[in-house]
Structure formats: C-alpha cells, structure tokens
C-alpha cells in the first residue's frame, strides 16, 4: 500500500528553527508537495520538490531524497504566525497526490 | 480576486437526505478534484476530473457523485448522507493534472454533519 508518515506534533521555540520530517512509500514518484494548514482554513500551497536536494524560499526549505524516500520541511526564524499544520504529499505513478496526515507545529513564546 | 469558492460552509443534515456541495473556481483551471479531510487522517481524495466533461474515483468515493459540465463547475452531490459522511469536505484545482509542477489549489471547505 502506500503510506506517508510525518509525526503528529511538534513544539518549538518562537526565533528558533524547526524541522518537520516525512517519509513515504507510494507506488510511484512524480513530486513531493508540502502544504500549510492554518486551524479551520483550507491548505496552502508552500513547495515542491522533484528532484533530489534542497529547494529555499524565504524562511521556508524544502529537502528531498528519492533514494530514501524521505523528505524535511525547515522553518527559519520561527513567527507565532507559522503555527499551523503541514501537510507532505506525494504525487504518485498515477499522478494523483497522496497525503499524510499533517505535522501540527505548535510555537510557544 | 480569482480563486475557488465553496457552499455551503457549513451544514447539518439529516441521515438519509440528499446534499450538493458546490465548488466554483475562476482560474480557467483543467482539473479539479474533491476531497475529504477527517481527524488524524490525511486529506483522501473522494472524486476528480482532469478536464470539463470526465470525472474519475478517488480513494474513496462510495456514497458519492460528481459531475462536470464546464470549466469552473465541479459539484459533489451526496444521495443519501450516512453519519461516516461527517468530514470537512476541501474542492481543489489545479491548471494541468500530472503536470511538471502542477499544484492543487483549495478552496475554503465546507464543514458537513450528518446526524
């Protein structure tokens, strides 16, 4: 079957930096997609990865290793603003995206 | 502004009755799809259509069905509710389905009790 695992929870430190992992095993491979949630809202989209290596935007990268099947999002500078939950997603041999069940990232003061 | 819009936000209904869940996108989008996200579950895909006039399954879509007569459309009618149907129901679309960078675009969701 195919599986995207990614932890249910993660505290950190506002300023500080935090990394979110998720590992995956679906049929196929065409791209990984993280998303962010905010409480009550619809996902948003934050980058994709297809290719092995690191992919920055802003305070925001995104790591992927197909070989291993696992990929990191790392936040930068931690802002109350960026508790939420973040969601991998792969898109698989059929091109539709699997989803995990999301990382909520809680940042306390 | 140019984006996706669902109706209801939010409803509660009857077992057993009938329900359209409405999604609109004005982004000239290809594909869209529908979703449903429950607790402690990664959001599953209920239904898609990679272009105006075919609709595909999902993961998950008994109980369910779609229709897409044009572009912007993409309705997701439940025919009899069941209260397994309780879910935070997400429509999204994207440009081109399988693209090299095709990304999913969502709309606000709409938030479904079945009692």
């Known amino acids: 079957g195919q599986n995207i695992d990614q932890p249910t929870e993660m505290t950190a430190t506002e300023g500080a930096i935090v990394q979110i992992n998720c590992t995956y095993q679906?049929?196929?491979?065409?791209?990984l997609f993280w998303y962010q949630q905010h409480a009550g809202e619809a996902p948003t989209f934050l980058s994709y990865?297809?290719l092995d290596g690191l992919e920055e935007k802003g305070r925001f990268s995104s790591f992927l290793s197909r070989s291993k099947g696992y990929s990191y999002l790392l936040l930068k500078e931690l802002q109350m603003k960026d508790s939420a939950s973040y969601l991998c997603a792969v898109r698989d041999s059929n091109y539709q995206l699997i989803w995990g069940a999301g990382t909520k990232l809680i940042i306390k003061p | 502004i140019a984006g996706i819009t669902q109706a209801p936000t939010s409803q509660i209904l009857a077992a057993g009755r009938r329900m359209t869940l409405r999604c609109t996108q004005d982004m000239r989008h290809n594909a869209m799809y529908w979703y449903r996200q429950d607790l402690g579950l990664g959001l599953r895909l209920i239904h898609y259509s990679n272009t105006a006039g075919t609709t595909g399954k999902g993961e998950v879509p008994d109980g369910y069905s779609v229709s897409r007569a044009n572009t912007d459309d993409f309705p997701l009618t439940l025919a009899s509710a069941v209260p397994s149907q309780t879910s935070v129901y997400f429509c999204?679309?994207?440009?081109?389905?399988?693209?090299?960078?095709?990304?999913?675009?969502f709309g606000p969701g709409t938030r479904l009790t079945v009692l």
């Open positions: 990865n297809v």
């Open positions: 999204a679309s994207s440009h081109l389905a399988g693209g090299p960078t095709d990304t999913q675009y």
């Open positions: 679906t049929s196929g491979f065409n791209g």
